[in-house]
């Protein structure tokens, strides 16, 4: 047993909860508990600190953290401030968010009965955001000159009267039309990432300790939404059975002691199970059986 741990950073707010659920489904538990920075995990190998998304980067970057969850928003704001270099080395991408298994996109945004109808339009005009320096970068290489406050929250009511636009975060628009805005432009898409120090990532150790937590979270993610399915089918209707399953790759064909039947094992996407299975009823096939996957290894 080692005396080394890994210091990994889970992102504390909006991403907590769906981390933590990550992680569950990769095999490993984790108690947060609401008085405590500093969560239970049941692997002696890790220590976990709760760090806000916004900072992560740094703190990995700092060598303050081995490895840490954050957005490639965060990571990219950490970047604009550092003069645009790589502090952080990206180990997995993983694409979830805190209501869905989707990218988010950080949007410019103006009231729905506001003049501006382009990026140009808002020349000499305030924008808030979180993301600042992204934000200050993205007017940059369009050539126009605005003002970027920072926003403290509750950024979607802003404009018109403290801001005549904002570049906010959104998974599904729901928030910005519930507040009469309108989007006119994507300014950044960002998922989860997996990032590690590099001077970490030089022991060989702790390489090979987030190479396998690598590993594991984006098999969680590649399980997300699908199925297994097993079933068994006389060889005559082997074919038309085989015609009607959606592999992940091609299905396993096992024989069975009856040497007219044989079994098939295969992933399905979980939202056609509802349709496929009654197909392969008619099919002839028999034995059907739907089982729930955590990880999927490519």
Request: aromatic share 6%.
């Given at each position: 047993?080692?005396?080394?741990?890994?210091?990994?950073?889970?992102?504390?707010?909006?991403?907590?909860?769906?981390?933590?659920?990550?992680?569950?489904?990769?095999?490993?538990?984790?108690?947060?508990?609401?008085?405590?920075?500093?969560?239970?995990?049941?692997?002696?190998d890790i220590?976990?600190?709760?760090?806000?998304?916004?900072?992560?980067?740094?703190?990995?970057?700092?060598?303050?953290?081995?490895?840490?969850?954050?957005?490639?928003?965060?990571?990219?704001?950490?970047?604009?401030?550092?003069?645009?270099?790589?502090?952080?080395?990206?180990?997995?991408?993983?694409?979830?968010?805190?209501?869905?298994?989707?990218?988010?996109?950080?949007?410019?945004?103006?009231?729905?009965?506001?003049?501006?109808?382009?990026?140009?339009?808002?020349?000499?005009?305030?924008?808030?955001?979180?993301?600042?320096?992204?934000?200050?970068?993205?007017?940059?290489?369009?050539?126009?000159?605005?003002?970027?406050?920072?926003?403290?929250?509750?950024?979607?009511?802003?404009?018109?009267t403290l801001a005549d636009?904002?570049?906010?975060?959104?998974?599904?628009?729901?928030?910005?039309?519930?507040?009469?805005?309108?989007?006119?432009?994507?300014?950044?898409?960002?998922?989860?990432?997996?990032?590690?120090?590099?001077?970490?990532?030089?022991?060989?150790?702790?390489?090979?300790?987030?190479?396998?937590?690598?590993?594991?979270?984006?098999?969680?993610?590649?399980?997300?939404?699908?199925?297994?399915?097993?079933?068994?089918?006389?060889?005559?209707?082997?074919?038309?059975?085989?015609?009607?399953?959606?592999?992940?790759?091609?299905?396993?064909?096992?024989?069975?002691?009856?040497?007219?039947?044989?079994?098939?094992?295969?992933?399905?996407?979980?939202?056609?199970?509802?349709?496929?299975?009654?197909?392969?009823?008619?099919?002839?096939?028999?034995?059907?059986?739907?089982?729930?996957?955590?990880?999927?290894?490519?």
């Amino acid at each position: 047993m080692t005396s080394q741990k890994l210091r990994l950073g889970i992102p504390k707010g909006s991403l907590q909860d769906a981390t933590i659920q990550l992680f569950a489904r990769a095999g490993f538990n984790i108690y947060a508990s609401a008085r405590s920075y500093f969560p239970a995990i049941d692997d002696p190998d890790i220590d976990c600190m709760l760090i806000r998304a916004q900072e992560m980067a740094r703190y990995v970057a700092d060598g303050v953290l081995d490895a840490g969850l954050t957005g490639q928003d965060w990571i990219a704001e950490h970047a604009v401030a550092n003069g645009g270099g790589a502090p952080v080395v990206p180990l997995a991408d993983l694409v979830y968010a805190k209501q869905s298994f989707g990218k988010v996109r950080w949007v410019l945004a103006v009231p729905e009965d506001s003049p501006y109808r382009d990026v140009r339009d808002l020349e000499g005009a305030t924008i808030a955001t979180e993301l600042v320096r992204v934000t200050q970068a993205y007017f940059a290489r369009h050539g126009v000159n605005v003002n970027v406050e920072f926003s403290w929250g509750a950024t979607e009511v802003k404009p018109p009267t403290l801001a005549d636009a904002i570049v906010e975060v959104t998974e599904t628009g729901s928030s910005l039309r519930a507040n009469r805005l309108r989007i006119i432009d994507t300014v950044l898409e960002s998922n989860t990432q997996l990032i590690a120090n590099r001077t970490a990532l030089e022991g060989e150790w702790t390489r090979t300790k987030l190479e396998n937590l690598a590993l594991l979270l984006k098999a969680a993610i590649e399980a997300h939404g699908r199925v297994g399915i097993m079933l068994n089918v006389k060889i005559t209707d082997l074919a038309a059975v085989l015609s009607l399953l959606p592999a992940l790759q091609r299905p396993t064909v096992s024989p069975l002691s009856d040497g007219e039947w044989v079994a098939l094992n295969t992933i399905i996407e979980e939202r056609t199970v509802r349709d496929l299975i009654p197909r392969l009823k008619a099919a002839r096939a028999r034995g059907i059986v739907e089982y729930p996957l955590n990880k999927i290894v490519l």
